[in-house]
């Protein structure tokens, strides 16, 4: 009916009243994989969660790599983020992301910026690739050059927009540029360039710079600047196209819809030796590794066992209790085991930190006010130990 273009009074008689919802629920393959490369990088960022640098130790091949992005396509993922430590180091880099296209994966590129030349673009598909840089002021990227991160940054990002490519600004929010952002984004917009934002998380070099980590007079700057980041990607997001950022927000949708993380259901993350975890965040802490792609097919390790996939929000439920953000009105991503393990050294924790319960009910204020309405979406679903049905 909706394909013939039937509107949603017609459609609305056959919406699903209730969908049950396995506890073990995952896709049939990541919808999202990130690849690892090589933890090599140029730079040695205070708040990276990889501690790129230095090599891991045995790290994968190329052709393992290679079979693997093979394995991938038959499995039916769709996007396919290619990172590191700085992914463009790898001596086999350009081979990687020509093979991973020619898959018909939605591809990511996640650096810094420094190693890109024009000529390593004229050699890159342009067609569902985007290329995201990383910009916090916490890189250091041109200070060889005498530039602030920023300004060399921007160089590199407006260099690849002028060759053809989708680009966007990858940041993470920290005490230490909480005051900066509103002017990254404004750039951003100014040149018609993506953005987004993830909190810094005390893992990985994190460990040793607890101090990055935003505190309560941080809330109304990085409210607003979520505000502007939010709107833009409304304006922004459908000139893309296909894009990683796309499948990303589908994912929270379901995390949403389900009551339940994504990492290990829809998403995965393989690190440069193979170990198999189920987002970035477990791999910064090392916990929840599921195998190795060194010893077995990654589809065995994905239909096998896996604790992660035990874990919903009734998990968190006693956790949960009494605080503010835990009404259904409010979207709460600390119901995370990675995010608890980061805070707590166990999987049902609390994974927010006061800075971020704080900085949702501002967000909320302010999104009510924009739109001069209540923003919450009911999900019916009584509370129960295992497999909760949700609303269609």
């Known amino acids: 009916m909706l394909e013939a273009g039937a509107d949603y009074a017609s459609c609305s008689g056959y919406r699903l009243p ?20 090589t933890r090599a990088c140029n730079l040695r960022c205070p708040h990276c969660f990889v501690e790129g640098g230095v090599a891991r130790a045995g790290e994968m091949r190329t052709d393992r790599i290679l079979a693997l992005l093979d394995e991938w396509a038959r499995m039916g993922v769709f996007s396919v983020i290619l990172t590191g430590g700085e992914p463009t180091m ?20 996640a650096t810094n910026g420094m190693p890109i030349t024009e000529r390593m673009l004229s050699t890159i598909p342009r067609d569902d690739v985007i290329i995201s840089v990383s ?41 230490q540029n909480v005051h900066q952002l509103q002017d990254i984004i404004d750039w951003a917009i100014e040149n018609d360039l993506s953005l987004r934002s993830v909190p810094f998380v005390e893992m990985g ?16 700057a990085a409210a607003r600047f979520w505000m502007t980041e939010e709107e833009w990607e409304r ?23 389900t009551r339940r993380c994504m990492s290990g259901r829809g998403i995965a ?48 439920e006693s956790t949960c209790k009494g605080c503010a953000v835990a009404d259904r009105k409010y979207f709460c991503t600390g119901r995370c085991p990675g995010s608890s393990s980061v805070r707590h050294g166990r999987l049902d924790g609390c994974g927010s930190t006061d800075f971020q319960k704080a900085s949702i009910l501002r967000r909320e204020e302010l999104f009510k006010a924009s739109i001069n309405a209540e923003p919450a979406v009911p999900v019916h679903a009584p509370h129960t130990v295992s497999d909760p049905p949700v609303s269609a």
């Open 90 to 109: 790898h001596r086999n880099f350009l081979e990687i992301v020509r093979h991973a296209h020619s898959l018909g994966f939605v591809v990511g590129i």
């Open 269 to 316: 993350y393989v690190n440069s030796n193979g170990d198999v975890y189920p987002c970035s965040t477990c791999s910064g802490n090392k916990v929840l590794c599921a195998g190795n792609v060194a010893w077995s097919d990654f589809a065995e390790i994905w239909e096998g066992k896996w604790d992660i996939r035990a874990i919903t929000w009734d998990t968190f």
């Open 235 to 257: 304006v922004r997001d459908p000139k893309l196209g296909l894009c990683a950022g796309k499948v990303f927000n589908f994912l929270l949708t379901m995390v949403y819809a």
């Open 18 to 37: 209730r969908l049950e919802v396995a506890t073990d629920f995952h896709f049939s393959a990541p919808l999202m994989a990130w690849l690892e490369l």
């Open 205 to 220: 070099r994190g460990k040793l710079h607890g101090h990055l980590l935003n505190q309560s007079q941080d809330v109304e």
């Open 135 to 175: 910009i916090d002021h916490l890189h250091g990227q041109g200070a060889r050059k005498g530039l602030s991160d920023f300004e060399y940054a921007k160089g590199k990002l407006l260099m690849m927009k002028q060759a053809g490519f989708n680009t966007s600004i990858m940041t993470t929010t920290s005490s």
